[in-house]
Nanobody, 121 residues
Framework: QVQLVESGGGLVQPGGSLRLSCAAS????????MEWYRQAPGKQREWVAT???????NYADSVKGRFTISRDNPKNTAYLQMNNLKPEDTAVYYC???????????????WGQGTQVTVSS
């Protein structure tokens, strides 16, 4: 079973930056993709960005040009560099991944516990 642990959240002023990390551990053979979602109070969880094992990335329009997703494959870790943060970026950010275990089983429902990002002056 895989465990995803996010870190790097916090309080930042508008225009500031934060870097989130998501470290995956467990009996992982490979990770197909890693991505970030976020959920603001009273709103549905929304997709933010995805990075595939080959490095291809996709972004939600709301963060394009401000956020950058990257990954360190040997460390099974994904990052989300967030620049020019806005109050509307305030949310709990969740890491999501699709993994293949050494047993050969594929699991695309792996989630972290979330990390809070608050953008406020």
């Amino acid at each position: 079973q895989v465990q995803l642990v996010e870190s790097g959240g916090g309080l930042v002023q508008p225009g500031g930056s934060l870097r989130l990390s998501c470290a995956a551990s467990g009996t992982i053979l490979s990770i197909n993709f890693m991505e970030w979602y976020r959920q603001a109070p009273g709103k549905q969880r929304e997709w933010v960005a995805t990075i595939f094992s080959g490095g291809k990335t996709n972004y939600a329009d709301s963060v394009k040009g401000r956020f950058t997703i990257s990954r360190d494959n040997p460390k099974n870790t994904a990052y989300l560099q967030m620049n020019n943060l806005k109050p509307e970026d305030t949310a709990v950010y969740y890491c999501h991944a699709a993994v293949v275990y050494y047993s050969g089983r594929y699991d695309d429902d792996c989630w972290g516990q979330g990390t809070q990002v608050t953008v406020s002056s």
